[in-house]
């Protein structure tokens, strides 16, 4: 497994590296700020490598919470987005002094799910974030909690370290947080020995997570294997490993066995796949057997005639999910028309599209080059060749 590991870690240009509440926050909630005097000392480390190196932070909430006082996680979305605002200024002050100890310059990055399912702004949030590393500057990306709204509720910004290492198209994803690991499980029902490599995160694998968070973060182990999920599919490696454990960094590029790896997926997809594979859907079309294997087994778009349901709000270009008629989901893809658009046509021939709407801008529900299946294959190419 060491070998595995090595061989992996050569390939490695870029790193994004994702730290947790739990990793950054006492237990009384404030801000440690002599945790991320460490965290940028290893980070240093990373840079002396010759690696560029960017960072999801959380922590801002945490922070927030401890300079208000406040003993659990507010409940309303207000009070979570104030405690945001004021945590936000500690917690980058403490990056920046922490990184300027070692001669490195941070620059702060705010994002929410709209600016990368947007595919515009996900292209102009990747220049930016290429510039800032051109620069030689250590990004400190966080979700914009004051003005988000279904971001908060996700899960303490795995999801958003799955999206910015896509997005980097990094090599590897470091997910630090309060474990050292996946652990199967025990035979009493608790946990068992830490899993070292996961091939592929499976219903079974998912299966192995709580999903509980803490009174200061949301993002449990689900949420984690699922950022995983997203990030081995786009081609990326992952490692879920224990922050507070010193030189986690240094020990993972050494190759030794801390944490759980989990390996990219075998054949890496584009880049326009490979952004549709991780934004957040907006609904989903299910569809008959055939479709399903016309899309699966012989590489087909989606007809109206292979649409059963619509489910969701979704618009022309939106990300939407493919599921069969058990209601297993195994593809996404950007589709040509509106919910309402689809569910007047299911079900009919493309021949019938004009007289159903009025017009017929497309024959297809999902074009097969904007389409990506999550099952047994994935679309073959370089993620650079299609920005």
Do not use: C
Not at 22 to 48: C, F, H, K, W
Not at 172 to 199: H, N, S, W
Request: net charge positive; glycine share 12%; charged share 25%.
């Amino acid at each position: 497994m060491g070998e595995q590991r090595q061989a992996l870690l050569q390939q490695v240009r870029t790193v994004v590296v994702k730290v947790g509440t739990t990793v950054l926050t006492g237990a009384s909630g404030r801000l440690d700020r002599d945790r991320i005097v460490l965290l940028a000392r290893e980070v240093a480390g990373l840079r002396e490598r010759g690696l560029r190196v960017a960072v999801v932070s959380s922590g801002a909430i945490g922070a927030g919470m401890g300079e208000l006082g406040l003993e659990h996680r507010p409940d309303t979305l207000p009070q979570l987005q104030a405690a945001a605002a004021v945590g936000q200024g500690q917690l980058m002050r403490a990056y920046d002094e922490a990184f300027k100890g070692h001669g490195l310059r941070t620059g702060q990055v705010l994002l929410t799910g709209d600016d990368l399912n947007n595919r515009l702004r996900y292209l102009n949030a990747r220049y930016t974030l290429f510039a800032l590393l051109d620069f030689g500057v250590v990004p400190i990306i966080n979700e914009n909690d004051t003005t988000s709204v279904d971001e908060i509720a996700f899960g303490d910004n795995d999801f958003l370290a799955a999206q910015v290492t896509n997005l980097l198209q990094a090599e590897l994803l470091i997910i630090l947080t309060a474990t050292d690991g996946l652990r199967r499980l025990a035979p009493d029902g608790g946990l068992g020995e830490r899993i070292d490599v996961v091939a592929e995160v499976t219903d079974e694998v998912l299966a192995l997570a709580s999903g509980e968070g803490t009174a200061l973060g949301r993002g449990g182990m689900a949420s984690k294997l699922q950022a995983a999920r997203i990030a081995a599919r786009s081609g990326e490696a992952v490692i879920i490993a224990d922050g507070r454990q010193a030189g986690v960094l240094a020990a993972v590029f050494a190759a030794k066995p801390v944490g759980t790896l989990f390996l990219p997926s075998a054949r890496r997809m584009a880049s326009r796949k490979s952004w549709i594979a991780t934004v957040r859907p907006k609904g989903r079309v299910r569809v008959d057997e055939g479709a399903r294997r016309a899309l699966v087994e012989r590489g087909r778009s989606l007809l109206p005639s292979g649409v059963v349901e619509v489910r969701g709000r979704f618009q022309r270009g939106d990300v939407v999910e493919l599921e069969d008629g058990s209601g297993r989901v195994f593809g996404r893809g950007l589709t040509n028309y509106s919910s309402e658009e689809v569910a007047q046509v299911r079900g009919r021939k493309t021949s019938e599209i004009a007289a159903t709407l009025g017009a017929k801008p497309y024959d297809e529900v999902v074009h097969r080059n904007h389409m990506v299946i999550l099952e047994g294959r994935s679309a073959p190419g370089s993620r650079r060749d299609d920005p």
